[in-house]
């Protein structure tokens, strides 16, 4: 069974740009979680997307945004770059269901904004 | 606010050496309590979790934690050591239905074979 898989690995950015990540669920979850894994502050939940729909989000601006497909894949979207906003982005996904379910998580996207 | 404290940093061992790696977390209802694992070049994964029930936790590797609501801390213990237990290891809590993990800054765990 594949597990959830990041896209891309890596990515460079300039400051003001816009960065688009993706993440593709494991199949049948239903879930996705975008985590912000920054030197030094651990990891920051960002959002959290369950049928399509945003279900909560963490304490970042809006120029942090994202979606889910109907396929239950997700994109995040992080408008007018800033230094600050270099981390390891990290998607989790996990299954339908009301209550607490573990994450899964995939390896991450690497962005780095210089 | 709901916040997870990790107490360790840095953990230096040596092999055979018993592990205690403190997690305390802020919160006063119900909680679902997680160690996540992340091993060196490999994504996170779950290391064991508690939702209720029995507040000692086994889970993999010979890994146990243990829940004390008294004193909000969720310990993760390993009575040996390995030197493949060389990861970054970080608590999570989760308060409600929210799904939203709040996580410790994380350990890092070094085990000198």
């Known amino acids: 069974e594949a597990g959830v898989t990041q896209s891309p690995t890596h990515l460079i950015k300039t400051r003001g740009q816009q960065a688009t990540l993706r993440c593709s669920p494991i199949?049948?979850?239903?879930?996705v979680y975008w985590y912000q894994q920054a030197l030094g502050l651990g990891l920051q939940f960002l959002l959290w997307?369950?049928?399509?729909?945003?279900?909560n989000r963490g304490n970042f601006p809006p120029r942090f945004s994202g979606r889910q497909f109907p396929n239950y894949s997700s994109e995040l979207n992080v408008n007018a770059l800033e230094l600050e906003d270099s981390a390891l982005y990290l998607c989790a996904s996990s299954p339908r269901g009301g209550g607490n379910t573990e994450a899964f998580f995939g390896q991450g996207t690497r962005l780095t904004v210089v | 606010a709901q916040s997870v404290s990790q107490h360790n940093h840095h953990v230096i061992l040596s092999e055979a050496a018993s592990l205690e790696l403190g997690c305390n977390y802020s919160y006063g209802g119900t909680v679902n309590l997680f160690w996540y694992v992340q091993y060196p070049g490999q994504h996170l994964q779950l290391l064991l979790k508690?939702?209720?029930?029995d507040p000692l936790v086994k889970g993999i590797k010979g890994f146990e934690a243990e829940f004390i609501k008294s004193k909000f801390s969720f310990n993760l213990r390993k009575p040996s050591v390995q030197w493949s237990d060389t990861a970054e290891y970080f608590c999570a809590v989760n308060a409600g239905n929210n799904r939203k993990l709040i996580w410790g800054l994380g350990t890092s765990l070094a085990v000198n074979p």
């Open positions: 199949s049948g979850h239903t879930s």
């Open positions: 997307y369950d049928e399509g729909e945003e279900r």
């Open positions: 508690y939702f209720s029930g």
